[in-house]
């Protein structure tokens, strides 16, 4: 019960120490109008339209689905899973399967006894990472292209594939060492005979199968868009009061996007480290790597903002997508994730497996940049 106290205690401690001194700089009432204006033009102006996208990929990914695309693009990719992730081949259909929705796509693929027979305990683990390391992809290169960039999120992608390796990798040497025995076991029974067995499909007309298939995946949109709404106003929020500085007259007028600028500060004090690993030229662009810890959504919330200020470019736009589609709020999934697989206990491992890949993500897009800005 003291412990209980005592953690109450220290969240309302961080709680009121943060907006306090948020409060201090800005005043109450401009801070409390700022976080309201920034939210509602978050809903308005950026929600809907990732929910838009959410809806459109939705549809297509389904219809892929319908239509045998996601096996042709399976079978395109599976030759890469053992040499590149040491994964079987039908690894491969996770890979495309998150890339087309969300990172939870993964866990619902690993809970079929036919997929997950194909895997040892050790590999079983690591599609955790290997599944987050696509989450969202689709919406964010869309995303990102819709922006007026043709080739930099193709760049962020190849960053994300090493991203993928890195943290795939990392996470079944981690279990392997805490666990040996995992290296041998499989991660389920070999199904049956009757297990095997298609299911009967209704033959529909093309027509049909073609409206279905795109009515269901945009309402699967409208769930996945429904579902970074929180991410979106409420951490989009808070990053943007911490990047952002007053008005253009030096004031606070309690209009939306107005803040105190300490990740700016902090992104200062860090740039010989910035430099290198991200090649960002400017110290508010550490805001979307740290949103894209929680929620990749709500990191693609800032990118209008800062399109809008100036403080985005190529280099920026690749980087953003390698460590977006990466990391893609892995924080806020991970130990869900292992938790349904029935290894909660490596969720520490899993996640700084999946740090170190998203960095390595970042690191791969940048030099990459560098080598087509060169060309």
């Not at 700089?25 to 401009?30: D, E, L, P, T, V």
């Not at 943290?167 to 499989?186: C, G, I, N, V």
Request: net charge neutral; with cysteine; hydrophobic share 50%.
């Amino acid at each position: 019960m003291k412990s209980k106290y005592r953690s109450g205690a220290m969240c309302l401690l961080v709680v009121v120490g943060l907006f306090s001194l948020i409060g201090y700089k800005m005043g109450a009432s401009q801070m409390l109008n700022t976080i309201m204006y920034t939210a509602h033009d978050l809903l308005l102006n950026t929600c809907f339209f990732l929910m838009g996208i959410c809806v459109i990929t939705g549809a297509i990914g389904k219809l892929f689905v319908e239509f045998g695309v996601v096996d042709l693009l399976e079978k395109i990719v599976r030759p890469l899973m053992r040499p590149l992730f040491h994964l079987p081949g039908v690894a491969s259909l996770g890979a495309v399967m998150t890339f087309l929705s969300d990172n939870p796509a993964i866990i619902t693929l690993s809970k079929d006894k036919r997929f997950s027979s194909y895997f040892k305990k050790y590999q079983f683990v690591s599609l955790t990472n290997f599944g987050t390391a696509f989450g969202m992809g689709l919406i964010v290169m869309i995303f990102m292209i819709g922006k007026g960039y043709a080739i930099e999120p193709f760049i962020g992608l190849v960053g994300a594939i090493a991203g993928a390796v890195t943290s795939t990798r990392l996470m079944q040497h981690f279990t392997l060492k805490a666990y040996p025995q995992y290296a041998e076991e499989d991660a389920a029974p070999k199904p049956t005979t009757a297990e095997l067995e298609p299911e009967h499909k209704e033959e529909k007309t093309v027509f049909l199968r073609t409206l279905n298939s795109l009515l269901d995946g945009g309402k699967t949109g409208v769930d996945v868009g429904i579902a970074i709404i929180p991410g979106v106003l409420i951490i989009s929020t808070l990053v943007m009061i911490l990047t952002f500085g007053p008005s253009a007259s030096g004031t606070y007028t309690g209009a939306a996007y107005e803040g105190v600028e300490a990740l700016p500060a902090i992104a200062n004090l860090c740039d010989v480290v910035l430099d290198p690993l991200f090649g960002f030229t400017d110290p508010h662009q550490l805001a979307f790597p740290i949103t894209a810890l929680g929620a990749v959504g709500a990191a693609l919330g800032i990118i209008p903002s800062f399109v809008q200020q100036g403080w985005i470019d190529g280099n920026a736009v690749a980087v953003f997508t390698a460590i977006g589609m990466c990391w893609s709020g892995y924080l806020s999934t991970h130990t869900a994730m292992l938790d349904s697989l029935g290894y909660r206990e490596l969720t520490s491992k899993a996640i700084l497996s999946h740090t170190i890949g998203g960095i390595v993500a970042a690191l791969v897009a940048h030099w990459a940049y560098v080598l087509y800005s060169l060309i």
